[in-house]
């Protein structure tokens, strides 16, 4: 069984931090933590992306299921 528990707060007035512990005694041998710094946004969170090394010079993505 899993539990994730996860802890948000505002660092200062323009950053959020959420940080997240997911506990599972079967696929972990101790908690696995980690930590996400966000921007804070009048218009909402918006999270940066690392766009290193990306080589899809495909600057739309078609979500579009295929066909059965």
């Known amino acids: ?3 994730v528990v996860e802890r948000v707060s505002r660092t200062d ?3 959020v931090q959420i940080d997240t512990t997911v506990y599972n005694d ?3 041998t101790r908690p696995y933590q980690y930590s996400r710094v966000f921007n804070y946004s009048p218009a909402g969170m918006m999270q940066a992306f ?3 090394n990306n080589r899809d010079n495909n600057t ?3 979500l579009t299921p295929p066909p059965e």
Request: proline share 0%; glycine share 0%.
């Open 26 to 28: 079967d696929m972990f």
């Open 1 to 3: 069984r899993t539990r």
């Open 60 to 62: 739309t993505v078609d």
């Open 50 to 52: 690392c766009t290193e």
């Open 13 to 15: 007035k323009t950053h």
